[in-house]
């Protein structure tokens, strides 16, 4: 069966769920086709940029997503329970290699942040950079509320359930994200003007 | 609070853009599945838990079966209700090292002695366990009475009793005991020692020999002795019979007897030794290689050579 899957759909649908727990591997491909981009876009910039190890990620989400779906029971939104796989993706490989927190540095952010196209609108590149820069300054406690917040319209109660913590601590830390990031685009977009 | 949706925060829609995944990721993905041998068809979970729960199964059962067992004997109920431990015995059981068999009045039991014998426990009997090794078998009679068949080496099997050790030398007897450790060896077939705190008497088939507490083992004698010997004998051995004791043994002696005079020579004081020594050689004249000084200084090649040549009218 060819499944197609409205990517502007919040939750796929609960018979292409069905299908990929009967190991339907056309229903695994449309859910991969309508996730890919944002696991792979958060895996990034959580990353700072590392495509390499955002490939990785996103790779093990999947993997993770087809050889565990038959452990998801429909007690939660399924976009829940597969980004608490890519929280937990995420936060595990940067423990493995604490290695890439150090590369944090505008310059590398700046690159994913400006698609080589001569059609790219160049202050908004720059922008999008000085995001990405101050987005990576975070502590990756603070870094993924931010992320799974901008990326998918999540309430407290789903973010909560994907980061595995409590209302209270979810809010908590999108707050103080919300705030640094504030604060450092602030002084980015300052500089920016200022020049 | 749990269904609102948190601010959207500093950063404008757009300014950080979704970023198109590569399509090698899902090639990637598809390899690594074919590499793992995981199939698309993943089935559920519950077949790794139970995949799981089984290994975990063999695990334990594999370590209880391959687990050091006690040695244990064989049982076999021969009357009556015999118990092994806290448990009645049924048909056949075992004994394990530490553990007692015991008999009532009207039970009886058999214990296999590994593969070199067997031990009859008789009614009223209280023993136990203590060594099953291939070079030490060994049990330890509380009380009561057993009859023990060995085919084996000698000093293979061991019977402790409150007075003293039996060991075998390749036989068959009885052997009983009180808690006290007052008893009793009757030797049916072959040799039996009785030792106890360095005192060994050499007991052969158709001879007893009494033990005592504190004591340890006595004369051994013919059964066949006379009444006035046996009754002599335990008053030297057990009740400070002294001298007209010895002379009761010494005149009911026969050419058989030198069986209790021989080991007389080491029990009695030098004046005695001289008497047994002489009413030996007028039972049995002196064999070649052995001297009157020898015996009485009690040399111990001497004393030997002279039993093995007694022990042929024994």
Not at chain 1, 39 to 51: E, R, T
Not at chain 1, 101 to 130: F, H, N, Q, Y
Request: hydrophobic share 40%.
């Amino acid at each position: 069966m060819d499944w197609q899957v409205n990517q502007s759909d919040r939750e796929v649908s609960a018979e292409i769920i069905e299908c990929c727990r009967h190991g339907d591997r056309a229903a695994f491909h449309a859910l991969y086709q309508a996730y890919k981009d944002k696991v792979y876009s958060i895996s990034l910039y959580f990353f700072h940029g590392d495509a390499a190890a955002a490939s990785d990620a996103t790779q093990q989400v999947f993997l993770k997503l087809i050889t565990g779906i038959a452990g998801f029971r429909g007690d939660s939104e399924f976009s829940t329970w597969l980004y608490r796989m890519v929280v937990n993706t995420c936060l595990d490989s940067a423990k493995a290699e604490r290695r890439r927190e150090p590369l944090a540095d505008a310059a590398r952010v700046a690159r994913i942040a400006a698609p080589a196209s001569a059609e790219t609108d160049l202050a908004r590149a720059e922008v999008a950079g000085k995001v990405q820069a101050a987005l990576s300054s975070l502590p990756p406690k603070l870094r993924l509320p931010v992320l799974l917040r901008y990326f998918e319209d999540l309430s407290y109660g789903e973010m909560a359930e994907a980061l595995n913590c409590s209302l209270g601590t979810v809010a908590s830390r999108l707050h103080k994200g919300h705030k640094l990031l504030a604060e450092k685009l602030a002084k980015l977009r300052g500089a920016a003007i200022g020049r | 609070m749990k269904h609102e949706k948190p601010p959207s925060g500093p950063i404008e829609p757009g300014e950080l853009p979704v970023v198109k995944a590569p399509d090698a990721i899902w090639d990637s993905v598809l390899a690594s599945l074919h590499a793992e041998g995981a199939p698309a068809r993943s089935g559920f979970r519950w077949w790794q838990f139970a995949a799981a729960f089984s290994l975990l199964t063999v695990a334990v059962l594999l370590w209880y079966s391959m687990r050091p067992q006690p040695p244990s004997w064989e049982v076999v109920r021969l009357d009556g209700s015999p118990s092994v431990g806290s448990k009645r015995l049924a048909e056949t059981g075992r004994i394990a090292v530490g553990e007692w068999l015991q008999t009532d009045a009207s039970s009886r039991a058999r214990i296999g002695i590994g593969d070199i014998g067997t031990v009859e426990v008789e009614p009223n009997s209280r023993i136990r366990l203590t060594v099953a090794k291939p070079n030490e078998h060994r049990l330890a009679l509380a009380r009561g009475e057993i009859s023990a068949v060995v085919s084996a080496p000698p000093r293979l099997f061991f019977v402790d009793t409150p007075a003293s050790t039996a060991v075998d030398l390749g036989c068959a007897y009885k052997m009983k005991t009180d808690e006290s450790g007052s008893g009793l060896l009757r030797v049916t077939v072959g040799w039996v020692a009785l030792e106890s705190k360095g005192r060994e008497s050499l007991v052969p088939a158709g001879a007893n020999c009494r033990t005592k507490s504190g004591a340890g083992p006595g004369t051994p004698y013919f059964s066949d002795a006379s009444d006035a010997l046996q009754e002599a004998l335990a008053a030297f051995d057990f009740e400070n019979g002294g001298s007209e004791s010895l002379r009761v043994v010494r005149a009911e002696s026969r050419v058989r007897d030198t069986l209790t005079l021989w080991h007389l020579l080491s029990r009695v004081d030098p004046e005695e030794r001289v008497r047994v020594f002489d009413r030996m050689v007028e039972l049995m004249p002196l064999p070649d290689g052995v001297s009157r000084e020898k015996v009485l200084d009690l040399d111990k090649d001497t004393l030997q050579r002279w039993r093995q040549e007694l022990a042929w009218k024994w």
